[in-house]
Structures are given as structure tokens and as C-alpha cells.
């Protein structure tokens, strides 16, 4: 018998052993991919880091966590193998956060929000903000800059790796190529189908307790103990590109240009379609590579196997290359359409709940009663990264019942992330029907 299995070895998936490891758990993550990640939502190497909310935010609190909890990862690593010198700055490159809002959003969210800030923020009008950023910013927006240890971007790829170190070292086991193809309760444990994708056999494996954090496909893991998960999470293709500028057009750019292009990402609109952009490869003497896209343009899946390969509509593409090009404009620089690389684009995928809020939960099976030997991380969307330390802890402390007093704002998060399942099930299935 297992002790605890973890299911997906993405950002959240390792995470959550890690956590469950480091508080001396028996774990063994099973991961369906070899060891080269190559298609999660976690795949990558940038995802925006940032910090900025009201004094009691939820995702800030997540963010800071997750800082927190990789400054301990790495002192750990670093004492176990003093050699290898492990450094958080191979996981967090900070840089300034830029935002983009639409006057009266700011208004509405600054009545209740950043007035209680506490961290270092400046904001810019379309007066200031060429005096104050180097921004020339369209009429009725505001910028918003965040300028935080730590802010910036965080790299999944990297992150995943030491998890991985991390864990081995605190004797967890983790399978590669092993897909788990079903799941059920029996009696006081759960029964765990799992098929090696590389010599195609299937085994079943026991386990006492079991943490579902595999992405996009948590709902099809879930189907016979929970079917009602795939009212509660939905996966979602997100396009993204990767640009650059050509080398021509990037030699011509004086050192306070790419200066000032360095200093503007990441950026994060928060109008429309919700245009982001980050650095995702930076080398000497050469444009930076960029990742681009829209948050807002998700579309549903038809087959979850096949989106990665799926090649992206034409329509967003030329969109995420036009709002490219208008975010240079802003730093006046001006570049003609032949002047930007597509270097890859392609569709990416995450899931998100109905709420958006993620979710780290107990779930009920289809019977209505609360397992509490079960814990699903998922519904992660567009900001699971930043906070991925702070749902494993939750997830461990779920499954292994926390010990000692917690914080207000700990007890708020979980609030926060356990009630969508529960408040769902309960509403909807108790009163006869689903939602
Ligand atoms: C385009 C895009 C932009 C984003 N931008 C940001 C951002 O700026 N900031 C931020 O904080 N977050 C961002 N995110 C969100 C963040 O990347 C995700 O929330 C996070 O990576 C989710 O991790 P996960 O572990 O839940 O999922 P995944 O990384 O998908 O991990 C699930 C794992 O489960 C495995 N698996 C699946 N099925 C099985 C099975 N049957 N058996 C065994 N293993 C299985 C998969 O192979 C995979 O490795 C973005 C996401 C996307 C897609």
C-alpha cells in the first residue's frame, strides 16, 4: 500500500509533494510525461511574478508565500549539497511590473485596493507617465508600476527542477511515464489504475491518500469519484507567440531603448482581450525572445490530446502582433511589420473554474459525503504559477491535517480556495440537482 500518491508533476503537482515530503510524508508522484517536461500548463520558462493588491489579498498573499517557501527550498538544497550552490535568482528574475488600466477600472479597484498597498508602486496619467516611465500611454488609461523584490517573472522550469532535487533528496519517489488511466475508492483506500506509456503495460497501485493535481485533465481523473468535477473545472486553450525583434532593427536601438524596453517588461493590461507580454529569453547582443498573448482569449477544447499540436487561429496571432507592436509605440519605438520575428507560437492550456478562483480542496465523492483522504489542486488559470507554493502548502496541510496555529491571512486562502467545490456541491447536487 501507498502511503500518499500525488497525480501530475506539474508547477502544483510538485509542489504539493514537496510540501507533503518536507513535513516527512511517504509520497510518490506519477507524472505521465518522460522527464523532459514538454506539454503542461506549467511548460516554460516565464511566467509573471507579481505582488500588487489590497492589504489582504488572497493572490498577493500566495504570491509572497510561494517567495517565501522557494528561500527555504533553496537554503535546504544548498545545505544538503553545499557544492551546487542553488540560487534564487535561477527561479525569480526581478524587474518592474508594468500595468495598464482603463481610467475608470482604476477608479473602481483603487477605492477598495492599492490605497492600502504596501508595497512600492507608482503610478503614471497620460501627463506623467513619459516623465515618470518612458511611456507614452493611451487617453483615459493609467499605468501602474510595481517595483518589488521578487515581482517580475518566475521560471516554472527551473522551479520544477529543484522541486524534483528537493524531493529526492527527502527520499519522495517520482515515476515518469506512468499515466494513471482511473481512480476509484474502495472501501478505506483509493485504487489507483496506472499505464507505462512507454511498454504499455497497467498495474494497479493502493493508496491511502491521493492528491489530483494534474492540469487540464484533473476532470477526466476524476470522472468516476467525482463526475461532477467537469461542472466545477474547464480546461481552456490560451494562444501564445514568441517574438523578437529583428537583429537589423534591434543593432539600431540605442542602449536607453533596449534600456527602457528591459525596464517595461513584464507588461499586463488589464483592458480588452487583456494583453501580456514578458522576457522569456534574454541574450547578449541580441533582440530578447518575448512571450505574448491575451488572457482573455480563451476558447474552449474539442480534443484536450491534440491542442498543443492544433495550430493556432490566424485572427489572434496578427492580434498578439499588432498589440506588440502598439506596446513599442508606447515606448516610442517604431516597428514595421517586417521588423518583428515570429519565433514559435503555439496553444497552451489551462483550466479554470467558474469563479476563477482556484481551487485546493477535500471533495465529495458522488455520494455526497466529504473525503477528506483526497485533495484536488486545479482551476489554477492564468496566475497558478506565482502562487504554486502557497497551493501545495495548503494541499499538504489538507491531507495531513495541520498542525500548530495558523496566520488570518492563511485561514483566509483556504477559505477562499476550499469553498468553490464545497459551496457548489453542497447548493447544487443536495438540492437535486447540479448548478
Ligand atoms: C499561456 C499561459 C500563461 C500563463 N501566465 C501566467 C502568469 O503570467 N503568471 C502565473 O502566475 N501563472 C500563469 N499561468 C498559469 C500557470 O502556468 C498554471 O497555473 C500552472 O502552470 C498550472 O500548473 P498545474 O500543475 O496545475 O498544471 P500542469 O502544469 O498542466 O501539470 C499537470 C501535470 O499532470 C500530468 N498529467 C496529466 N494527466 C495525467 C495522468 N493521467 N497521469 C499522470 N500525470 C498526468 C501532466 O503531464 C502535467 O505534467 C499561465 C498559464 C498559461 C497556460
Known amino acids: 500500500m501507498e502511503n500518499i500518491l500525488v497525480i501530475g508533476g506539474g508547477l502544483m503537482g510538485t509542489s504539493a509533494t514537496w510540501k507533503l515530503v518536507e513535513r516527512g510524508a511517504k509520497v510518490t508522484l506519477i507524472e505521465k510525461q518522460a522527464e523532459n517536461y514538454t506539454n503542461g500548463s506549467s511548460y516554460g520558462t516565464a511566467r509573471i511574478s507579481r505582488s500588487l493588491g489590497p492589504k489582504k489579498d488572497i493572490f498577493s498573499y500566495v504570491h509572497n508565500k510561494t517567495v517565501k517557501e522557494i528561500i527555504k527550498l533553496i537554503a535546504f538544497l544548498n545545505t544538503e549539497n553545499p557544492k551546487q550552490k542553488h540560487s534564487i535568482e535561477e527561479i525569480y528574475s526581478t524587474a518592474p511590473v508594468s500595468y495598464l488600466f482603463s481610467k475608470n477600472d482604476y477608479a473602481e479597484i483603487d477605492k477598495f485596493k492599492f490605497k492600502k498597498q504596501k508595497n512600492d508602486y507608482r503610478k503614471a496619467s497620460p501627463n506623467s507617465a513619459f516623465r515618470k516611465f518612458g511611456m507614452t500611454i493611451p487617453e483615459n488609461t493609467l499605468l501602474v508600476r510595481e517595483m518589488r523584490q521578487f515581482s517580475g517573472t518566475i521560471n516554472p522550469t527551473e522551479l520544477i527542477k529543484k522541486l524534483r532535487l528537493g524531493i529526492k533528496q527527502k527520499g519522495g519517489q517520482i515515476k515518469y511515464n506512468q499515466e494513471v488511466i482511473s481512480l476509484e475508492k474502495k472501501e478505506d483506500y483509493f485504487e489507483v489504475e496506472i499505464l507505462n506509456t512507454k511498454t504499455k503495460k497497467t498495474r494497479k497501485l493502493k493508496a491511502q491518500k491521493v492528491v489530483v493535481a494534474a492540469g487540464a485533465y484533473t476532470v477526466s481523473i476524476l470522472n468516476q469519484f467525482a463526475p461532477y468535477f467537469n461542472k466545477v473545472i474547464t480546461p481552456k486553450k490560451v494562444v501564445q507567440s514568441f517574438l523578437k525583434i529583428t537583429d537589423t532593427r534591434f543593432e539600431q536601438l540605442t542602449e536607453e531603448e533596449q534600456k527602457a524596453i528591459l525596464n517595461a517588461q513584464p507588461?499586463?493590461?488589464?483592458?480588452?482581450?487583456?494583453?501580456?507580454?514578458?522576457?522569456?529569453?534574454?541574450?547578449?547582443?541580441?533582440?530578447?525572445?518575448?512571450?505574448?498573448?491575451?488572457?482573455?482569449?480563451?476558447?474552449?477544447?474539442?480534443?484536450?490530446?491534440?491542442?498543443?499540436?492544433?495550430?493556432?487561429?490566424?485572427?489572434?496571432?496578427?492580434?498578439?502582433?499588432?498589440?506588440?507592436?502598439?506596446?513599442?509605440?508606447?515606448?516610442?519605438?517604431?516597428?514595421?511589420?517586417?521588423?518583428?520575428?515570429?519565433?514559435?507560437?503555439?496553444?497552451?492550456?489551462?483550466?479554470?473554474?467558474?469563479?476563477?478562483?482556484?481551487?485546493?480542496?477535500?471533495?465529495?465523492?458522488?455520494?455526497?459525503?466529504?473525503?477528506?483522504?483526497?485533495?484536488v489542486i486545479g482551476g489554477m488559470s492564468g496566475i497558478g504559477a506565482k502562487g504554486c507554493l502557497a497551493y501545495g502548502s495548503i494541499g499538504a496541510d489538507l491531507l495531513l491535517g495541520k498542525k500548530g496555529k495558523s496566520k488570518k491571512m492563511y485561514r483566509k486562502a483556504v477559505k477562499a480556495f476550499g469553498n468553490p467545490s464545497v459551496n457548489l456541491y453542497t447548493k447544487g447536487v443536495k438540492r437535486g440537482r447540479l448548478f
Open 267 to 375: 507588461f499586463f493590461s488589464q483592458i480588452g482581450k487583456q494583453y501580456f507580454s514578458m522576457i522569456e529569453k534574454l541574450e547578449k547582443d541580441s533582440s530578447p525572445i518575448f512571450k505574448a498573448g491575451g488572457h482573455q482569449m480563451r476558447r474552449n477544447i474539442r480534443n484536450l490530446d491534440k491542442v498543443w499540436t492544433d495550430a493556432p487561429r490566424k485572427k489572434e496571432l496578427k492580434w498578439i502582433k499588432k498589440q506588440f507592436r502598439k506596446y513599442f509605440e508606447m515606448l516610442e519605438i517604431y516597428l514595421t511589420k517586417k521588423e518583428i520575428e515570429v519565433v514559435e507560437s503555439y496553444n497552451c492550456v489551462y483550466t479554470e473554474t467558474r469563479s476563477k478562483i482556484p481551487l485546493v480542496t477535500n471533495i465529495f465523492n458522488k455520494y455526497g459525503s466529504l473525503d477528506t483522504n483526497i485533495v
